[in-house]
């Protein structure tokens, strides 16, 4: 009985959740989501490793891409290519968006470079061969 009276007590003190209509909640697309309004070109299976912004990996001015642009410490992902002119947005697997803005070793032509922060995330990231497509 004063158990029963005990769980009837803590029943009526709990707080009631109400759920927010559908209508009330809104959510913002994500970018892969955003892609349904543009115009997606397959390209194809490429080879896609990782690269940092250090010198041994770059030339002498790592944090300059070969756009010019300033890449180090952006949030946007940036991508090198050969194949894909400068600034071409590209979409790799299901999951990645990245904007060209530098250039991978002249002999690598068919291979994208994904410039990351951490060279423990690029050792981790290794050498992928993953679907690609451009957006226009």
Same mark, same amino acid.
């Given at each position: 009985?004063f158990?029963?009276?005990?769980?009837?007590?803590i029943?009526m003190?709990?707080?009631v959740m109400?759920?927010a209509?559908q209508?009330?909640? *809104?959510r913002q697309?994500t !970018? +892969?989501?955003?892609?349904?309004s543009y115009? #997606?070109?397959?390209?194809g299976y490429?080879i @896609?490793?990782?690269?940092?912004?250090?010198?041994?990996?770059?030339d002498s001015e790592?944090?300059?891409s070969?756009?010019g642009?300033?890449?180090?410490?952006?949030?946007?992902t *940036?991508?090198a290519?050969? !194949? +894909?002119p400068?600034?071409t947005?590209i979409k #790799?697997?299901?999951?990645?968006?990245?904007e @060209?803005?530098?250039r991978t070793?002249?002999r690598?032509?068919?291979?994208?470079?994904?410039l990351m922060?951490?060279l423990t995330?690029?050792k981790?990231?290794?050498?992928?061969?993953k679907?690609v497509s451009?957006?226009?």
């Amino acid at each position: 009985m004063f158990i029963s009276l005990i769980i009837i007590l803590i029943l009526m003190i709990r707080p009631v959740m109400v759920e927010a209509p559908q209508e009330a909640i *809104i959510r913002q697309p994500t !970018e +892969i989501e955003k892609l349904e309004s543009y115009n #997606i070109e397959p390209l194809g299976y490429r080879i @896609i490793t990782a690269y940092n912004a250090v010198e041994g990996q770059t030339d002498s001015e790592p944090c300059i891409s070969a756009s010019g642009k300033y890449v180090c410490g952006t949030d946007k992902t *940036i991508c090198a290519s050969n !194949e +894909i002119p400068m600034g071409t947005k590209i979409k #790799i697997g299901n999951d990645i968006i990245c904007e @060209i803005q530098d250039r991978t070793n002249s002999r690598y032509f068919f291979r994208l470079d994904i410039l990351m922060a951490d060279l423990t995330e690029a050792k981790e990231w290794g050498r992928q061969i993953k679907f690609v497509s451009l957006i226009k």
